[in-house]
């Protein structure tokens, strides 16, 4: 049964932050069922099912700051002042300040504020205004007040008002390739790109072809053991990082294993690479199998005395955050993968049963904690050769949407993850049933009381070592579209987030890594969002199939000079083929033989030309092609980039696929195993396996990257 909310009912919704009202993607406005708005609110720890519960809860929304001396957090910009109210006994006297990150105390001064004395939980309680001054330093401080005998402290974050791109880039545009490394092997990794590979990937597009950066899919952690999920952005934490991405001959203790140990690796990788070399898909759980045997060997064999100093500084600096993860790896492999469906003591990371089995596997805690600092130091190896190689931004990261809600940061952060719902998308026009990603979205209130801490940890450390980090769905930032438990996608809402806090953060944390941010803004974005986010410096993506200027009846390709100047433009993404694909029309068929299409093969076929030969005729109209003759798609594609290269957008982006005529797509949206999804192999433009020492020779790879470094 499905009815409309009433007025308590919106209230409350709205003093969460869950919107009871949208604007469908056919324009229409649309109000959210009453079931709906209950659902996500107990998602919340709202019971709303009674008017006497709506009431009893907006009277305890109404008083919840009222009972807190100090708001949970207080988050502001650069250059602007800090506000915020404190609530004491009724007429009592207090004293506010600031204790900086520098260990400089600021006092905050008082304001008017005449809002009346109330009675709170029947004890009189007053509040006053306070303001902190615009010029203090970017970071996390803390603020303190004293009233009588009660004292209490928050977190004052000051962001950066603009982030922008290096100062090394100057007014200079860049150029850059974008992976997904796990598909580039070479003759060295273990059936699997790694990130020896990615340093030499970056090292050769720098030194030999200018590029500036390398963009990766999510490098975030999977699970412990087979089998591994392929995709990149159903991680189980976004905080750590996937150990399949090592390569085992660059952790220094290997080469002090005894002669018989080596030589068992090797066999190791020898008959890996026999077996998977080959192959059409990449089989990650084969190339994890042999490559933790290994792994686990090195790890035995120990370290000397300051290397097991480092060790022991890393496993300190990342504190409970790791240990909690690693915890969460061993448990698995005694509890099962699902940590919702074991014993109940286990299911809380602070419970004594939790405690005792961290005693009881002491040593292969410490597997997983290694494991993670091996990862940070390759990471590091790699940002520092692509930056000496000449690249101004080096590695960028892809941060995901969200996580496995059967992985460790769904158990490690616990509550800090809304219940009994997931994220998704509202119906569009390509998915009119709407999307649910199976994802736990994080609550907004919780991240609040948190000082937004599990969002800071994650980004500092996918930013520790890098020159970029690019958002998968942004938005996400600013509202999320929430789906109540067994209930179909259409029937979610709209959560809003402060992304003056979240926004602000991101912004905060790329400061201080020295790191430019891009949004990925596409499909239906409120034009006030993107204009917010070049406001704070955050690029945003443009893809070029996308970029019509729909103000000619039926739209039309975007002239050049008319793309963003602040953005990340490429011809093709992970989500669509290659463009030799594309202009194939492989990626209909494709949907056609999997039954994704809504009309038929040939309509689709028809649309797919039409929307080619708009583009065909522009680059003809702009002299990249010449008129009257029939272009190779090998002459396309390179007029394609052309054509990028003539836009403003300071951040360019070729596609590794596209740079070796690549053809098969990495991602299939709407499948999951009807299409291998994430497990597609770097190949040619004949469909042979490419290894990077190929790549690196490629005649039609170094003519694209030049094509794109000429233009510059």
């Avoid at 309680?125 to 615009?134: C, E, M």
């Avoid at 199998?289 to 480092?310: F, M, Q, V, Y």
């Avoid at 309509?603 to 190779?632: C, F, M, Q």
């Avoid at 403003?648 to 690549?662: C, E, K, Q, Y």
Wanted: hydrophobic share 40%; proline share 6%.
């Amino acid at each position: 049964m499905r009815t409309l909310p009433d007025a308590d009912l919106i209230e409350l919704a709205a003093a969460y932050g869950v919107s009871s009202r949208f604007t469908d993607w056919k324009g229409r406005d649309t109000t959210v069922s009453a079931e709906s708005l209950r659902a996500v609110l107990a998602a919340m720890d709202v019971k709303a099912d009674t008017p006497e519960e709506i009431a009893a809860a907006l009277e305890d929304r109404r008083l919840a700051s009222w009972r807190r001396m100090l708001p949970p957090c207080v988050v502001s910009r650069e250059g602007r002042s800090a506000q915020f109210v404190v609530h004491v006994r009724g007429g009592a006297g207090v004293r506010v300040w600031a204790d900086l990150e520098t260990g400089t105390t600021v006092p905050a001064a008082q304001i008017d504020n005449w809002e009346p004395d109330r009675d709170v939980d029947g004890r009189w309680t007053g509040q006053a205004s306070f303001v902190l001054p615009a010029d203090l330093p970017l970071g996390y401080h803390t603020i303190r007040a004293e009233s009588e005998d009660t004292a209490a402290a928050t977190t004052l974050i000051v962001t950066p008002d603009f982030v922008g791109l290096s100062t090394s880039m100057g007014e200079r545009s860049t150029w850059g390739l974008a992976t997904q490394l796990y598909s580039v092997r070479s003759r060295n990794s273990w059936g699997v790109g790694d990130l020896a590979d990615l340093t030499d990937l970056a090292v050769w597009s720098a030194a030999e072809h200018g590029a500036g950066y390398v963009l990766v899919n999510p490098m975030h952690a999977a699970e412990a053991e087979v089998p591994l999920e392929p995709s990149p952005y159903l991680p189980t934490s976004r905080r750590f990082f996937n150990p399949l991405y090592l390569r085992v001959e660059r952790i220094p203790e290997y080469a002090e294993l005894p002669t018989s140990e080596l030589a068992r690796i090797r066999l190791l990788h020898t008959e890996l690479v026999d077996a998977v070399g080959a192959t059409d898909t990449i089989d990650r759980n084969r190339s994890w199998t042999a490559k933790e045997s290994a792994l686990r060997a090195i790890h035995a064999a120990g370290r000397t005395p300051g290397r097991d100093i480092a060790f022991r500084a890393y496993c300190a600096a990342e504190g409970e955050g790791l240990t909690r993860f690693a915890t969460w790896n061993v448990l698995t492999m005694a509890l099962g993968r699902d940590w919702r469906e074991w014993p109940e003591e286990y299911r809380d990371p602070a419970s004594p049963a939790v405690a005792r089995f961290r005693a009881e596997n002491d040593a292969e805690i410490d597997y997983h904690c290694w494991l993670q600092w091996c990862l940070d130091e390759q990471f590091r190896s790699a940002q520092a050769a692509a930056n000496e190689a000449g690249m101004e931004i080096g590695i960028v990261h892809d941060l995901a949407v969200g996580v496995n809600p059967a992985g460790a940061d769904a158990w490690s952060l616990g509550s800090v993850f809304a219940k009994d719902v997931s994220v998704g998308a509202p119906p569009d026009q390509f998915t009119q049933l709407g999307q649910d990603w199976g994802q736990p979205p994080l609550r907004p209130d919780r991240l609040a009381e948190t000082a937004y801490m599990p969002l800071r940890t994650m980004l500092a450390a996918i930013l520790r070592h890098a020159g970029g980090i690019r958002v998968d769905h942004i938005i996400g930032l600013f509202r999320l579209w929430w789906v109540p438990r067994g209930r179909p996608a259409t029937e979610g809402t709209y959560v809003g987030y402060d992304h003056e806090a979240t926004i602000g953060i991101l912004a905060l944390e790329a400061s201080r890594a020295g790191a430019v941010v891009v949004g990925e803004d596409l499909g239906t974005v409120e034009p006030w969002v993107r204009r917010y986010l070049t406001q704070r410096g955050i690029l945003g993506t443009s893809v070029l199939w996308f970029e019509q200027d729909w103000n000619v009846p039926g739209g039309r390709p975007l002239e050049p000079q008319d793309w963003r100047e602040l953005c990340l433009a490429s011809v093709t993404t992970h989500d669509l083929p290659p463009t030799l694909g594309y202009l194939a029309g492989d990626h209909v068929r494709l949907r056609h033989r999997l039954g994704l299409l809504t009309e038929s093969l040939e309509n689709e076929l028809a649309h797919d030309r039409a929307e080619r030969e708009s583009w065909l005729s522009k680059l003809r109209e702009l002299d990249l092609l010449e008129e009257g003759v029939e272009p190779t798609p090998d002459q396309v594609l390179v007029a394609l980039h052309r054509y990028l290269v003539r836009t403003p957008s300071r951040m360019l982006n070729l596609s590794l696929v596209d740079a070796v005529g690549d053809r098969r797509t990495q991602n299939q949206p709407g499948t999951v195993d009807e299409y291998p999804n994430w497990r597609v192999p770097l190949t040619d433009s004949d469909g042979n396996p490419l290894l990077l020492e190929e790549v690196f020779t490629s005649a039609r790879a170094a003519r694209l990257c030049g094509e794109m470094n000429s233009g510059l």
